[in-house]
């Protein structure tokens, strides 16, 4: 596996928003985000916002009367996905946040992994998952069998990857 842009890890996602307050006020308080400083000469609405390792950052509509309303949850739709501690917690959440949801399950092999998906105020798709489970397993590479990369291990992983190759 070759790294030809010589990438080290994903820093941000950035997400257009009807309304930056309210976007912010969601992943603050149901996902855990914190607001971070973003430079001030940006000539736009926004927020940043920071955990687990990735960085969010919210983008004021210019148009927000015109942006797509999207209501059906649709797992196969574009979507950003965290994993979990536990899927009976994060359901408790969502029920008492009265947040609309779907459930899904994938098998592969005996591991089974849980997902929970629902929408942000903008319609764009969340999953909550315990995707850790299952393991990555490449293409290529023979038997290699690989853990998905939390904070303290990515950067091993990735060593070990290009170790191989």
Not at 2 to 13: C, D, F, G, T, V
Not at 132 to 151: A, E, K
Request: with cysteine; net charge negative; glycine share 6%.
């Amino acid at each position: 596996m070759e790294n030809p842009l010589h990438l080290k890890s994903l820093n941000h996602i950035s997400i257009v928003c009807r309304s930056v307050d309210k976007s912010l006020d969601f992943y603050q308080n149901i996902l855990g985000f914190f607001p971070i400083r973003r430079p001030c000469s940006f000539n736009f609405d926004g927020a940043w916002l920071f955990n687990y390792g990735i960085g969010i950052h919210l983008l004021q509509s210019e148009d927000p009367e015109n942006m797509p309303k999207i209501s059906i949850i649709n797992p196969k739709d574009n979507h950003i996905s965290f994993q979990c501690e536990s899927m009976a917690t994060v359901e408790k959440r969502l029920k008492e946040m009265e947040t609309e949801y779907i459930k899904c399950r994938v098998e592969e092999g005996g591991i089974y992994v849980d997902q929970i998906f629902f929408h942000d105020p903008d319609g764009t798709m969340i999953e909550i998952c315990n995707c850790d489970n299952l393991p990555v397993i490449p293409l290529s590479g023979g038997d290699t069998v690989l853990r998905p990369c939390s904070t303290l291990h990515c950067t091993m992983q990735q060593n070990k990857i290009q170790q191989m190759v």
